[in-house]
């Protein structure tokens, strides 16, 4: 099966900061990776996703580059608001897995005014 | 378009009861999947339906059960409650089980306490 190992949280930044959330994965098969973030109180929302090597995702000013050597999809972004503040997974899917999502334990992310 | 729809958002059921849980999948989506997310946990994968017909389990006990109705709506079921069951419940519809590649669109979820 898949699984996922992301940096603990909480992560906490000033706006306008750098983020980069690590993430690092095991997939059965050839993976689609994914980020979804939760924002308080609500469901899970797509942030971006990658599905083959080398693919770059980006959404909203969060990139995440496809990494198939380092079995990584790691998070970042330039400048960070405090609407940014929200707790995000990370995810590979493989047909190969039963084309479930499998998150990891997720990375919340604070930042402050 | 409307999307993912759950019901109820919360409810508080004792040891031992029995809860349904709906979910009414985004239009033209005909896959379902059903996730249980504990309090500061990620989601976890509880099963799959596709035209009606379970595609895929993880590795919850035969207590949670699920449905698939012909508008591809979705019921989740789960059996003489435990404490350890109360967590949110996410539905997730999409458009096709045999791609990888595409998003899955998550409802807000259906918080259970079990007390």
């Known amino acids: 099966g898949n699984s996922v190992t992301q940096m603990e949280g909480p992560v906490t930044l000033s706006e306008e900061a750098f983020l980069t959330i690590n993430c690092t994965y095991t997939?059965?098969?050839?993976?689609?990776l994914f980020w979804y973030v939760q924002y308080p109180g609500e469901g899970l929302q797509l942030l971006l996703k990658a599905t083959k090597a080398d693919d770059k995702g980006s959404n909203k000013g969060f990139e995440a580059t496809y990494r198939k050597e380092t079995t990584s999809f790691h998070l970042e972004k330039g400048s960070v608001q405090v609407s940014d503040s929200a707790v995000y997974f990370c995810?590979?899917?493989?047909?190969?897995?039963?084309?479930?999502?499998?998150f990891g334990g997720g990375t919340r992310v604070l930042v402050k005014p | 378009e409307t999307g993912v729809t759950q019901s109820p958002t919360h409810l508080i059921k004792t040891r031992g009861q029995q809860v349904t849980l709906r979910c009414s999948s985004q239009?033209?989506?005909?896959?379902v999947s059903w996730y249980q997310q504990a309090l500061g946990q990620g989601p976890q994968f509880i099963f799959q339906y596709y035209r009606e017909e379970e595609n895929g389990r993880g590795n919850f006990p035969p207590r949670f059960s699920g449905l698939q109705f012909p508008n591809y709506s979705s019921e989740l079921n789960v059996n003489a409650l435990e404490l350890d069951d109360s967590a949110l419940y996410l539905c997730a519809s999409s458009l096709a089980v045999a791609t990888n590649t595409g998003e899955l669109f998550f409802g807000e979820g259906s918080r259970l306490t079990v007390l």
């Open positions: 997939a059965t098969g050839y993976p689609s």
């Open positions: 995810a590979p899917r493989s047909r190969a897995a039963g084309n479930k999502l499998t």
């Open positions: 239009s033209g989506h005909n896959t």
